[in-house]
């Protein structure tokens, strides 16, 4: 794994996901017949379009399912899903994350994320990455995410970088290195949604009703010695997943999704906005990690 994937990009976009409890959600392997028709049903549901909210009783779609019956059949619809947005926000190795991202399954992305004071807006268009962050952003992008062990960790490369890249966006062409393309990695739908079946899901259990936004969703509860995650599915239309709230522990967490099958809006910036990656790479000093 590279040193920005590594130390700034995707600590605060997949742990977020995964210490939330979202990926508690495991889809497990090849499993039992039973499992296999849960798969088959919620790859059917996720492709139906939500119904709204009536406030009408219409039974309980998940009667006779265990808590990891749903969590399966939810992750499925998820990882099933065109196209959504997420955002999360909570704490990991002492600091504050935050981040938004729409995305979907051609790879379109528009958002940002923050982490402490430094921040970054990500567009992806066409399979080109488009990165525009703050002083601080490149600023631990240069330097290894102010580890002091980084081979990158050179506060002349930082300063240049700082300076080149100043209130503009840089460009990261398809196909990149592998470093380059971990900036893109934060755009990738199908990344991101892989990891909601990291876990397994022994020691879930169902818990009371509820809504996000007002949509009627069930709650799946897994309470471990120092932290309780609660993760809500949908209980109308597609049984995505719709959030998932970690309390206690190290890194308390709250993931939500939303905008399922919503089109991403991304739009190419400015050229006189844009400094292409060979640009940076072309440099006297630049980066390592570029």
Not at 8 to 23: C, N
Not at 60 to 80: C, L, N, Y
Not at 112 to 132: C, H, I, M, N
Not at 252 to 277: I, M, Q, R, S
């Amino acid at each position: 794994m590279t040193a920005i994937k590594r130390k700034f990009l995707m600590p605060a976009l997949l742990s977020a996901i995964t210490v939330a409890g979202v990926a508690s959600c495991s889809t497990g392997g090849a499993g039992s017949g039973a499992e296999s028709a849960a798969e088959k049903e919620a790859a059917a549901a996720a492709k139906q379009v939500a119904a709204p909210s009536t406030g009408a009783a219409t039974g309980d779609p998940f009667a006779g399912m265990s808590a990891e019956q749903i969590a399966r059949k939810a992750v499925k619809a998820t990882r099933g899903a065109k196209s959504l947005r997420l955002t999360a926000e909570g704490t990991e190795n002492g600091r504050r994350l935050k981040v938004d991202f729409s995305l979907d399954s051609k790879g379109t992305c528009a958002g940002g994320l923050r982490q402490d004071d430094s921040e970054a807006e990500f567009a992806v268009v066409d399979g080109v990455t488009y990165v525009k962050g703050d002083d601080e952003f490149w600023r631990a992008l240069a330097t290894g995410g102010n580890d002091p062990n980084s081979q990158s960790a050179d506060p002349g490369r930082a300063d240049a970088l700082v300076l080149l890249l100043k209130g503009k966006w840089l460009k990261i062409p398809a196909g990149g290195n592998a470093p380059a393309r971990a900036l893109g990695g934060a755009c990738d739908l199908d990344a991101m949604l892989g990891n909601l079946n990291t876990a397994d899901t022994k020691g879930l259990t169902r818990g009371n009703a509820a809504e996000v936004d007002g949509r009627k969703a069930v709650t799946l509860v897994k309470r471990d010695a120092d932290r309780t995650r609660t993760t809500f599915v949908a209980a109308e239309g597609a049984p995505y997943l719709l959030k998932a709230v970690s309390e206690g522990g190290r890194a308390p967490n709250t993931v939500v999704f939303g905008d399922f099958g919503v089109p991403v809006k991304a739009t190419v910036p400015p050229e006189g906005d844009v400094v292409d990656l060979r640009e940076v790479q072309g440099a006297a000093n630049p980066p390592a990690g570029l």
